[in-house]
């Protein structure tokens, strides 16, 4: 099986090598050194890809910063919107324990009878 594959993978293997070569040698989108250009057109044309570059970083990042503030917004209404319940919740409880009886003492602290035999 592995004397099929043998020629597959010589056609195939120069191939993929081109495309990887290829790859490497495409421009690679950043900011670029200008000063080194000779001619004004070519400086002219760097500093134009540099600012592209800086645009649309830019405005990538401001979407991911939106995207983020939206979502902190979301969850700081959903946090809102639990906090009040809880505060609803031991508002419940509170009125509820005040309708409950209390254990018969007396606030003042004095017998009842003790006060009779004077």
Known sequence: MSDRRLPLMLMIGPLYMLGLCASLAQDVPGIEICTVEKTMERRTS????????????????????????????????????????????????????????????????????KEEGK
């Open 46 to 113: 760097c500093l134009q890809s540099n600012i592209n570059f800086l645009q649309t970083t830019l405005s990538r990042y401001v979407t991911d910063s939106r995207q983020k503030i939206d979502a902190a917004n979301r969850q700081m209404q959903v946090l809102e919107s639990t906090v009040a319940e809880l505060r609803k919740a031991v508002a419940e409880l509170q009125a509820a324990s005040k309708k409950q009886p209390q254990s018969p003492t007396k606030e003042d602290g004095k017998h009842p009878a």
